[in-house]
């Protein structure tokens, strides 16, 4: 079945390590996102990419990076400068072809830095 | 005030009733999504709207583009629809979607 695959649901890490959570989407989707969600806040963008190696940063995107090397695949990666990275990360997915389209939205990533 | 607002905040329902959730957004749109999210946080996408209705099963969804304004319904509600639904908007001319806060339902048996 077609879909969206975040890696791992729950993760765990020390402060000051780097961390990267995986998003991967085999429904040949162009663009994909990723969006933090934490208590009590609708989802905030972190970073998107419409193509292949090509990405643009969202509204809090200080403190991850992201690469866009297959179309499939869009990793972010958590690092040590992101203040408080304690949260719920969602990855998305659609395509673009036609004005509107619906997103696909994977099962989540749960980050805990202790 | 967040460009996209939900409410109620929480909802608790008993089963079988009407239920009927808003969102109020400020901006022009291209399109509105209804999403719901489960305890365990996944999203699964409900409706896509740009104008007018649509119904899923028991769900239906309206949006009225001059009041900036839509409303989820179930109909005849059932304690697995206990979720949080969250509205968000596509700017017109933005690859954004921005997002309201969810709305927490709780249908008890």
């Known amino acids: 079945d077609g879909g969206i695959t975040q890696s791992p649901k729950y993760l765990f890490r020390k402060e000051g390590q780097n961390v990267t959570l995986s998003c991967e989407q085999n429904l040949n989707h162009d663009a994909m996102y990723w969006y933090r969600q934490d208590p009590g806040q609708g989802l905030r963008l972190i970073y998107y990419s419409q193509i292949v190696n090509d990405f643009q940063k969202g509204d809090i995107a200080e403190g991850y990076s992201v690469s866009r090397e297959k179309k499939e695949s869009f990793p972010l990666t958590v690092t040590s400068a992101q203040k408080n990275p304690t949260a719920f990360y969602l990855c998305?997915?659609?395509?673009?072809?036609?004005?509107?389209?619906?997103?696909?939205f994977g099962q989540g990533t749960r980050l805990t830095v202790v | 005030k967040n460009e996209v607002e939900q409410s109620p905040q929480n909802l608790t329902a008993q089963e079988g009733e009407f239920i009927t959730i808003n969102c109020s957004y400020s901006v022009g749109i291209s399109a509105l999504h209804w999403l719901q999210q489960h305890p365990g946080g996944g999203i699964v996408s409900l409706f896509m709207l740009s104008s007018g209705k649509k119904k899923h099963g028991r769900l239906i969804a309206t949006i009225n583009i001059q009041e900036k304004h839509s409303s989820l319904h179930i109909t005849a509600s059932h304690p697995r629809d206990s979720a949080v639904y969250i509205c968000?908007?596509?700017?017109?001319?933005?690859?954004?979607?921005?997002f309201g806060k969810g709305m927490k339902l709780t249908v008890n048996p």
């Open positions: 968000a908007v596509r700017s017109s001319g933005s690859e954004k979607l921005v």
């Open positions: 998305a997915s659609r395509i673009l072809t036609g004005s509107n389209t619906e997103a696909f």
